[in-house]
């Protein structure tokens, strides 16, 4: 296949061909049990997660990050919101970008998607590997990451299922999150934006599995958005997120 972006004319296409490659990674339309997602393999050097522009305001948007990415001569392979916030509105956990904690990791009890545990961490540490654990191990690493996002719950933890993710589960939505392999590469997921197009925790784990990965975190749900290449897959709404996932690498 051409190294060039998935155009929307050829999005149909791909998802029967499969895999598309970029200098960057690797964007796959992939179909997992009726459910159709995007899937973006990414080197750990280009992924980074952002929250503030240099004017100390949110970026808020995956179009204006895309376009401060750019201004910054740099070529954006994908963009995807990153996790649970609060109403201030803040990161819900830890978020740490560039090196630099700018909310703490969070241990309470509570109710909803964050607090069902085991929840987790996503990082790439000051050696540029990535990993996937629980909050609890988290504590117990003293690592100083590069970049850090927590969440819940936790998808795949050794390969396993969270406990109480149900097969059954009628509880089916749009979600998107990231799993690290044997390997230690990224993978980032989200479920394309269509009306009927939605799946429950339980299916959204065993998609991280089918793709190699023993660890696997949850980010968000109804609001999730992912862009790759020059595409916007299904329809998008019009949302300001807090952290956002950037996959991308200087011009040359």
């Known amino acids: 296949m051409a190294d060039t972006a998935i155009t929307l004319a050829k999005f149909a296409a791909v998802l029967l061909v499969g895999l598309h490659s970029t200098v960057s990674g690797e964007i796959t339309p992939k179909t997992f049990r009726g459910t159709e997602y995007l899937i973006v393999q990414a080197p750990t050097e280009d992924v980074r997660l952002h929250w503030k522009g240099a004017d100390g ?78 909050t609890d191990d988290y504590q117990k690493l003293k690592v100083v990451p590069r970049l850090a996002a927590q969440s819940g719950p936790l998808l795949l933890r050794g390969g396993k299922v969270h406990p109480k993710f149900d097969k059954a589960s009628k509880n089916k939505l749009i979600r998107n999150g990231v799993g690290v392999d044997k390997e230690g590469r990224i993978w980032f997921a989200s479920v394309t934006r269509t009306n009927d197009n939605v799946t429950s925790f339980f299916d959204f784990a065993e998609l991280f599995r089918s793709l190699g990965c023993e660890e696997a975190l949850y980010l968000d749900g109804t609001i999730s958005q992912m862009e790759a290449g020059s595409d916007k897959p299904g329809a998008v709404q019009s949302v300001n997120f807090v952290g956002i996932f950037s996959v991308s690498r200087k011009k040359k």
């Open 57 to 134: 305001r949110a970026i808020g948007t995956l179009e204006r990050l895309k376009t401060i990415l750019e201004k910054d001569g740099r070529t954006v392979d994908m963009v995807m919101n990153a996790g649970i916030y609060t109403n201030a509105p803040a990161p819900e956990g830890l978020h740490v970008e560039g090196g630099k904690e700018l909310v703490p990791l969070n241990t309470n009890d509570g109710a909803g998607n964050f607090y069902l545990k085991p929840n987790g961490v996503f990082f790439i540490d000051e050696n540029d590997r990535a990993r996937v654990v629980s």
